[in-house]
């Protein structure tokens, strides 16, 4: 069974930082390309940064731009979003999935999907 679980979320400070996992089981996680998604109560989910089975990382939300790093440890079958300077605008809940066809910013592309982990940014 294919799975991916996220970890790491919680309650932050404005300014703060976290760093998100994802660790991969039933199947081998350096053959995909791995997405980190968002979605806030009533807005659509949206794609952050991705990292390609090559180590190539590409952001797609200017908003998490210098701010947001995406890593990748094959050898854990584990993919890392790390978060600093968080903003109570970051508030959502993060997704992490993965997709053998490469980086994507469209949800539809990527076919194993975590079940999320609440992060939120409030003083």
């Known amino acids: 069974q294919l799975q991916l679980v996220e970890s790491g979320g919680g309650l932050v400070q404005p300014g703060g930082s976290l760093r998100l996992s994802c660790a991969a089981s039933?199947?081998?996680?350096?053959?995909?390309?791995i997405g980190w998604f968002r979605q806030a109560p009533g807005k659509e989910r949206e794609g952050v940064p991705c990292i390609s089975n090559s180590g190539i990382s590409t952001n797609y939300a200017d908003a998490v731009k210098g701010r947001f790093t995406i890593s990748r440890d094959d050898a854990k079958n584990t993919g890392y979003l790390q978060m600093n300077s968080l903003k109570p605008e970051d508030t959502a809940v993060y997704y992490c999935a993965a997709t053998r066809y490469g980086c994507s910013s469209y949800a539809r592309n990527y076919d194993t999907w975590g079940q999320g982990t609440q992060v939120t940014v409030s003083s």
């Open positions: 039933g199947f081998t996680l350096g053959n995909y390309a």
